[in-house]
């Protein structure tokens, strides 16, 4: 099982950008399938993006064309490189990794994305 350390979160106005990294321990991490999922205050985690082993992605419909997900497996990083963000992007953004044809089993513990209009 892989442990991820979530970073690069803060305080942004309209029309900004963070790059948030995902820091994964593990000699297989290349294996893995990350995800990125935030929460808002008073609302359900959602799903963001997601990268396979195979570089493939996903975004949901809400982020598409503003964020883009990449990994670095030499350094065991993932990232969430956030574009023209907006306040409804604000809440903890967590990244979660997945062996093949598993779900979800590894989470970080959050970091905070603030945006202000």
């Known amino acids: 099982q892989v442990q991820l350390v979530e970073s690069g979160g803060g305080l942004v106005q309209a029309g900004g950008s963070l790059r948030l990294s995902c820091a994964a321990s593990g000699r297989t991490f290349s294996t893995y399938k990350i995800g990125w999922f935030r929460q808002a205050p008073g609302k359900e985690r959602e799903f963001v993006a997601t990268?396979?082993?195979?570089?493939?992605?996903g975004y949901a419909t809400s982020v598409k064309g503003r964020f883009t997900v990449s990994r670095d497996n030499a350094k065991n990083t993932v990232y969430l490189q956030m574009n023209s963000l907006k306040p409804e992007d604000t809440g903890v953004y967590y990244c979660a990794a997945a062996r093949p044809g598993s779900s979800y089993e590894s989470w970080g513990q959050g970091t905070q994305v603030t945006v202000s209009s």
């Open positions: 990268i396979t082993w195979s570089d493939s992605t």
